[in-house]
């Protein structure tokens, strides 16, 4: 069996919503001291909904495939709803990835919350 999927490497290789947001209202960047890898991403909050969002993630090829697909699973998502997304789920949407990968799946789901929480604190909203 191949080490990683087809959708991994789909991602890897062809990675949705890399770049900036200029007037993005919630920002998020975190890192794995270990491994050094840093992901960023932006979001675009209007009316409890991500309207959109982008990320630059300067780390591997399983961290930039877990942005692109957490990327593309909150897209047009409710605040509420967003919370509530773990690595697990963003592991799982790209058909699993390697038990000692799993770490950079989880940078997805931190980086999003860290982008949620300075929503929060530069709107004065709570989610
Ligand atoms: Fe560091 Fe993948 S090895 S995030």
Do not use: W
């Amino acid at each position: 069996m191949a080490l990683y999927s087809e959708k991994v490497m789909d991602h890897f290789r062809n990675p949705r919503n890399v770049g900036v947001i200029e007037d993005a209202n919630g920002i998020g960047e975190v890192g794995n001291a270990k491994c050094g890898d840093i992901m960023k991403m932006y979001l675009k909050i209007e009316d409890d909904v991500v309207q959109d969002v982008k990320f630059e993630t300067f780390g591997c090829g399983s961290a930039i495939a877990s942005s692109s697909m957490a990327t593309e699973l909150i897209k047009g998502k409710p605040v509420s709803e967003v919370m509530k997304l773990t690595n697990k789920a963003v592991a799982e949407a790209l058909d699993g990835l390697p038990a000692y990968k799993m770490h950079c799946s989880v940078l997805a789901e931190e980086a999003i919350h860290s982008a949620l929480e300075d929503y929060q604190k530069r709107t004065g909203k709570s989610i």
